[in-house]
DNA sequence: ACACCTAATTGAACCGGTTCAATTACAGTA
DNA sequence: TACTGTAATTGAACCGGTTCAATTAGGTGT
């Protein structure tokens, strides 16, 4: 394996020569750069990541972990929105020939290890978060430590310049609304966990949007889930098995949406007529599913990219215009999971 | 920053016992040992990742590049399958605090480059592969290169230990059988692109399936998807379009089985009664979809798993051995989208 | 007291880049 | 021809770990 310094003998130059030959230098004549460029063609020769890294205090590389979260023992599968964010993030990732590490680890003590492993061992320049909780002590960290990061939502306040987020809670005023105009009065709500950030920030949505349109909530008729499909049909049995069942279910993501429409026909009852579903995220599926749910659409893939681009400038320390705003609008996608109540 | 220099001489020793103290090796006096690790948390030092690769040649990170593909423009959408699998590599990687890193980018000249970066550069120690294509470049250049690597399926050969895989070809053979048995003799296939590999494997289990029913193949029943719920549903109604529609639809993936579950319903058709359709892959909406799709299930969160231990094999040089053999029998789930024929 | 052996420790060399002060090359001017 | 200014090039020092031959410490046997 060649190194900078078999270039530089190769070409009959020194080895500041090659490095400023690779790095673009306007320095260098014309002809030694031809020269350095024909031996590093020779030799194949490619710079080591590490030896780079180690002078530049770069990595080009980004990181993401995925709280790993278990309930009654079994791992929640990743939501295939977060897959959509991914595809986001590396699409616009590799245009400056930088890579996404994933982790993935139980959240806890272990985790908080982890972003202190990761950080302070400088293995990748910038964090991308996302799924935060209640009291998240990553972000506290984070900021003490001044390490790049930047956040798919909100955390606690709106300040800070490090944050995308979709407009959740307007998204639901909007999705009740159609719901109410529908003529729906019995509405249900099912709740992501407690511990998510977004979680409070969902409920004034649905809190706000039930006001405006002067319908009463029922806490009968609010569950809490967990994004899981499963915990999607629990709900819903939940709800229908209550003495004065719901005609609509809000559902805070798409895959509880399915397992709700799949709990209304197990009863036999049909979805969009007997029980109206909203979901949220609007994932691929979503159109195809039987009846196509009615959601919240966000612009995920497009989130990713800006993710990125933020976090660079801030890695880069260059200044930040988020000409797109930090605060995107959801959008109301209605297809035949809601109808008109019985 | 400190650095191990720091540490060695808050901790009155020198760099050599700092490094072994870190690498756990034997030869240090307990009370020596006491000693840096001490200094170690007074100084709140952590080893830099990128001095440490330098000396090693170990990243302690592995690469996983996924092919952007696009047809007539629009980008293709990531399986949630692979989301799977990444769940399960994330999950086994890091316990061996090692990172998995991403990229995107379109198959063709660029993506070679890009293997070629990483495998010159040294910034992973090896590979995971998947979703290879005919005569796909990748596989030769990484041998040659003599570059660590593992493939989530087979190629050309069923020789060398770098790849496990799922036997579809026996699985398509089951779905076929079983739709036979149902009553079925007009049985449509939904074919993977012709790109892929793995398309010419799933062709053989499907003739040999069909064969052994003694059920002849109609080639119009034949229809070349890529893998999205649109071509699902294209392909789909390309055959209920034909003069001797098909009484039942086999899918090589299940986002195509939902594009077909919908094609079907949007003529007022019912799915598992008019037409019946099976799936492959299980993803976690399978189970929940309307109705509950009938499938083919591998275990891909244990292959992720199993896959990262074979690649850390791989890496580290160490004898393999596959103890659930790599050819892995996939399960055939069945649910309410396949029924006896009207 | 001395030889001998093993356990522990040392620190210079190395991994392979980048950086920048110092030096050299060369064209333009007096 | 000497002088000046800019363009190009040089190479030692540095980034922060690991490694290993050489050295020292400490214990045992005679």
Known sequence: MPTIRDVARYAQVSVGTVSNVL????????ETRQRVLMAIEALNYHPTAAARSLST??????????????????????????????????????????GLTFWA???????????????????????ILFALREKDPRVAYLREQEFPFVIFGRFESDEGDNWIDVDGAGGIEAAVRHLVEL?????AYLSPPHEQYLTGLRWQGFVQGMRDMNVPIDLALVYEGDFSEKSGQLGTHYFLDQPNPPTAIFCNNDRMAFGAMRAIQARGLVVGQDVSVVGFDDVSLARYSNPPLTTIS??????????????????????IDLLGGKLLKPELIVRQSTGMPR
């Open 23 to 30: 790095n673009g230098s306007t320095l260098v004549k014309d």
């Open 57 to 98: 205090q770069r990595t080009n590389t980004i990181g993401m972990i995925r709280s790993e979260i278990r309930l009654q023992g079994n791992l929640i599968e990743t939501d295939p929105m977060v897959l959509d964010l991914i595809d986001g993030i590396t699409s616009a990732a590799i245009s400056s020939s930088t």
């Open 105 to 127: 680890i139980p959240a806890g003590e272990r985790e908080m290890a982890l972003y202190k492993q990761l950080v302070t061992s400088r293995q990748i320049d910038g964090l």
């Open 298 to 319: 966000q612009p995920i893939h497009h989130i990713g990219g800006a993710l990125f681009d933020l976090l660079i400038n801030l890695i880069n320390q260059q200044p």
């Open 183 to 187: 003529g729906h009065h019995r509405i």
